[in-house]
């Protein structure tokens, strides 16, 4: 089975917010994910009447979330690495210069391993001041009546899941589930 490729950035700011040399507090995650899937609740009302048919009433009520999966290698990619808090990850190089929170300036984002990915699940709370974004696809490009772009979002991280496999101890697949805003691309 060959390994995704980077397909998926995670961030504790906006990509524009991103600094030349991330912080600890300001960094963003690419991750080789294979899976993305958007689920959309709603929660419309089924008002039972006796010897009738139900109402149905719906207010628009609905609950964005997003479940991601793929491959996280259990150590960093380049020992090289010496920036502070992502000592030996490997990372990449990414420039967005239009569309929601587009800088003109390339950012690094580091590929975690899966300690670092997990201490992000657990020490990453997203708030109106400190927001989490999602980013997959080309979120240059705004979703246009004859085509989809790609998609920014702003998540809270539901839950997340690691697996070691037999004769795969190299590496763990995961999970991720998010509850999240409405698109920032449109």
Do not use: W
């Amino acid at each position: 089975m060959a390994e995704p490729e980077i397909s998926v950035l995670l961030r504790t700011c906006s990509h524009t917010t991103i600094p030349s040399t991330p912080t600890t507090t300001l960094f963003g995650y690419a991750l080789k994910c294979d899976n993305v899937a958007i689920s959309y609740t709603k929660t419309p009302i089924q008002v039972p009447i006796p010897k009738n048919p139900p109402t149905l009433i719906d207010i628009g009520v609905y609950r964005p979330s997003i479940s991601l999966s793929g491959l996280v290698d259990t150590a960093g990619g380049n020992t090289s690495e010496g920036t502070s808090g992502f000592e030996d990850m490997a990372s990449i190089s990414f420039t967005r210069s239009s569309g929601y929170g587009s800088s003109g300036s390339a950012k690094t984002y580091f590929i975690p391993y899966k300690n670092k990915l997990e201490d992000f699940v657990t020490g990453q709370v997203y708030s109106s001041t400190t927001p989490l974004e999602l980013e997959f696809g080309d979120a240059s490009v705004p979703t246009g009546n004859n085509h989809t772009g790609g998609a920014v979002y702003l998540v809270a991280l539901q839950q997340a899941r690691f697996q070691v496999d037999a004769a795969k101890e190299d590496r763990y697949t995961f999970s991720m589930q998010f509850v999240v805003t409405d698109r920032k691309d449109s």
